[in-house]
């Protein structure tokens, strides 16, 4: 009796490089955007019913919790902003080459972490 | 639609083992995925001990040695074994290649080969690509050519053959769109990195005169721009060609065009 063919392994055992993890990430930060984003949005429209709300965005702020929130979103737009950058390169007809792929991908993985540190020190004032 | 797990019936077990009987001091465990039609079972992974003292440089030879020598019940595609007529195009180490032009040297640790992703399995490495076929068969890919004198050759300048350089020596190995994850998810309407450079090999070839149907033809949301530049593709392809760039030619022809 012939048995119901399977389906081969696929993400499960394909290898990772740079592009692959560049496209994938591009798709995770630009949905933590969207909703990061909102989230921005709807407490700044809470400023609008009065004052007191201010005290509550001041104190999630400057929680540990919203640190992260800062950080991370600070990181998931950087790492959006050039990674689309890259794609209208592409969308253009460049960068298609495996060496050159390979290197505005790093681009995009380390300049994020860069403007990242660099928004903070800012933040900071440190500049 | 996106899957990430396996349907039950595909789970990979492990399999048998098959000691070294040579006595030899270098060895190497390869991994190959078996799946026999008639037994009924789920796929597994059978572990084989070869001798590297006596073994050839490529992947292909490992598993010639395998069937000859270990185990003759082991089923793969194999013709030319020189990188030409695409047969033994199977996953190793994780990534799409050619057994015949991989050498295993390359490959660090124990040598993994299954066969290409995503698709229906007829027997141990063996895939089903009548879908790509299918698909391919779909572009038409032929020339086209309606005014010109059937019984005449239709001259190309060498400026326009120099176009067709890097899209013509594609061999159909699928190495390229089973690597791409989109056609992973979507491999009923996208057509894939391998259809598509073929494609595009015949809209940009100037002797044929059905350019603007053909650009028609593959502007549809699925079947072309399903590409998100994953390169997954160019990074496969045992001949060096880049396929994403094709999809980025003709996505800009069409930007371009007015169809």
């Known amino acids: 009796m012939e048995n119901k063919p399977p389906l081969s392994p696929h993400i499960q055992i394909y290898k990772w490089h740079i592009s692959s993890l560049v496209s994938i990430s591009h798709r995770i930060t630009g949905i933590i955007n969207i909703i990061a984003i909102s989230f921005v949005c709807l407490l700044a429209s809470l400023l609008v019913f009065g004052e007191s709300n201010y005290e509550f965005i001041n104190l999630f702020l400057v929680s540990l919790i919203g640190k992260f929130f800062i950080l991370g979103l600070t990181w998931s737009f950087s790492f959006q902003i050039l990674s689309e950058i890259r794609h209208i390169i592409m969308d253009l007809g460049y960068g298609f080459e495996l060496r050159t792929a390979k290197i505005t991908g790093l681009i995009v993985i380390f300049g994020s972490i860069i403007l990242t540190i660099a928004f903070y020190l800012i933040g900071k004032n440190f500049f | ?259």
């Open chain 2, 1 to 259: 639609m996106v899957q990430i797990n396996l349907p039950e019936n595909s789970k990979v077990k492990q399999g048998k083992y098959f000691k070294d009987l040579t006595g030899s001091k270098n060895l190497r465990k390869v991994n190959v995925y078996r799946w026999d039609p008639s037994s009924g079972e789920n796929p597994r992974i059978d572990t084989y001990e070869v001798d590297m003292d006596n073994c050839p440089s490529k992947v292909l030879d490992i598993l010639n040695k395998i069937k000859n020598e270990i185990d003759p019940t082991l089923a793969y595609r194999r013709s030319c074994a020189h990188g030409v007529c695409g047969s033994c195009a199977m996953n190793i180490g994780g990534k799409n290649s050619l057994a015949c032009t991989t050498p295993h040297a390359e490959i660090e640790g124990d040598i993994n080969i299954y066969p290409l992703p995503h698709l229906k399995v007829k027997k141990d490495l063996i895939g089903d690509l009548d879908g790509l076929y299918k698909q391919y068969q779909s572009i038409e890919p032929w020339l086209k050519s309606n005014s010109k004198s059937e019984t005449k050759e239709i001259i190309q300048s060498k400026e326009d053959r120099a176009k067709l350089d890097g899209a013509y020596e594609c061999i159909m190995c699928a190495c390229c769109s089973t690597s791409c994850p989109s056609y992973w998810w979507n491999g009923d309407k996208y057509l894939g990195p391998a259809v598509l450079l073929q494609a595009y090999r015949w809209i940009i070839d100037s002797r044929d005169e059905e350019r603007t149907a053909r650009l028609k033809k593959v502007a549809d949301e699925l079947k072309l721009y399903r590409c998100h530049t994953i390169l997954n593709c160019t990074s496969a392809c045992p001949k060096g060609l880049n396929p994403a760039k094709a999809i980025a030619e003709i996505k800009k022809m069409l930007a371009t065009a007015n169809i």
